[in-house]
């Protein structure tokens, strides 16, 4: 079955730059939306088709794509960013859809 | 402001079923594709399947755990997804959540348990 692949975690000091990877072999061919997800919440979309932000996200979040990987930066990291992200996008056919394991970001 | 509110989870004893069912307002709900993904207790987002509009065919996809065994469907007219789970089994437990994937609800609990 497909997968995609993300670091467990990733660790950074308040304001710095948090860089968040996902990789899969169908993503030079199909966008890639990443979620965050705060504990006891539901996910919300932080960036769809693999760099667009969503109406009410911060500016502080990008994203980008690069062969068969895609990229969610945060930039000026702060505290309330401290969750777990995850990355999403649709095998080669279309029809399944897959997420990351998801990474959980300290700060 | 788009709602979905899911509800009928609860305790089930392997090989029984559940039917959950979705709720949504605020949005255009037979235009939109919907799915259930759910989360096992301290585990990671797995998505479950989606069922398409009508416009765009109807058409159903279920991941492979699942296949066989859970049966997605929607109302349109009441704005309504189901997800009709049988032959329940313990690696089911999980929170399921109905999304659109930009809208998320809070999700309803399941544990399947002896």
């Known amino acids: 079955s497909y997968e995609l692949t993300q670091p467990p975690s990733v660790s950074v000091s308040p304001g710095q730059t948090a860089v968040i990877t996902c990789s899969g072999d169908?993503?030079?061919?199909?966008?890639t939306h990443w979620y965050q997800q705060k504990p006891g919440q539901a996910p919300v979309l932080v960036m769809f088709?693999?760099?667009e932000r969503p109406p009410g996200i911060s500016e502080r979040f990008s994203g980008s794509s690069s062969g068969t990987a895609v990229t969610l930066t945060i930039t000026g990291v702060q505290a309330e960013d401290e969750a777990d992200y995850y990355c999403q996008s649709v095998d080669f056919s279309g029809s399944s859809l897959v997420f990351g394991g998801g990474t959980k970001l300290t700060v | 402001e788009v709602q979905l509110v899911e509800s009928g989870g609860g305790l089930a004893k392997p090989g029984e079923s559940l039917r959950l069912s979705c709720a949504a307002s605020g949005v255009i709900f037979n235009t939109a594709w919907m799915n259930w993904v759910r989360q096992a207790p301290g585990k990671g987002l797995e998505w479950v399947g989606r069922?398409?509009?009508?416009?765009?065919?109807?058409?159903?996809d279920y991941a492979a755990p699942v296949k066989g065994r859970f049966i997605i469907s929607r109302d349109d007219s009441t704005g309504t997804l189901f997800l009709q789970m049988n032959n329940l089994k313990t690696e089911d437990t999980a929170v399921y959540f109905c999304?659109?994937?930009?809208?998320w609800g809070q999700g309803t609990l399941v544990t399947v348990s002896a």
């Open positions: 999304t659109t994937r930009i809208n």
């Open positions: 169908a993503m030079s061919k199909q966008y």
């Open positions: 069922i398409k509009s009508q416009k765009a065919g109807g058409a159903i």
């Open positions: 088709e693999d760099s």
